[in-house]
């Protein structure tokens, strides 16, 4: 019912940035919170950053004060700016949404920070 492609990573130096931005398709209006989660190499899937439909957000404590995510509601499209970035930055990142209490993920795109 939703569809959520990612884009916006890539290679980049430490202490860069990067912005992804992840699109919702499909059924939109049932959407409220979206966010971003990220899986580095041999670690679990952890938590990076939530926002609700009316803009409350959420961030891990690792990437507070560095990363932000905002939203833009008309066009279904989630955003996550990085700066200042890091070598455990490293993973591939994954769009999410929870919608009518079913988990909804994107193909994910790969962020390489180099040191």
């Known amino acids: 019912q939703v569809q959520l492609v990612e884009s916006g990573g890539g290679l980049v130096q430490a202490g860069g940035s990067l912005r992804l931005s992840c699109t919702a398709s499909?059924?939109?209006?049932?959407?409220?919170?979206m966010g971003w989660y990220r899986q580095a190499p041999g670690k679990q899937r952890e938590l990076v950053a939530t926002i609700t439909r009316g803009g409350t957000t959420n961030y891990a404590d690792s990437v507070k004060g560095r990363f932000t995510i905002s939203r833009d509601n008309a066009k279904n499209t989630v955003y996550l700016q990085m700066n200042s970035l890091k070598p455990e930055d490293t993973g591939v990142y994954y769009c999410?949404?929870?919608?009518?209490?079913?988990?909804?993920w994107g193909e994910g795109t790969l962020v390489n920070i180099s040191s």
């Open positions: 499909g059924s939109t209006f049932i959407i409220d919170v």
């Open positions: 999410h949404t929870r919608a009518l209490g079913v988990d909804y």
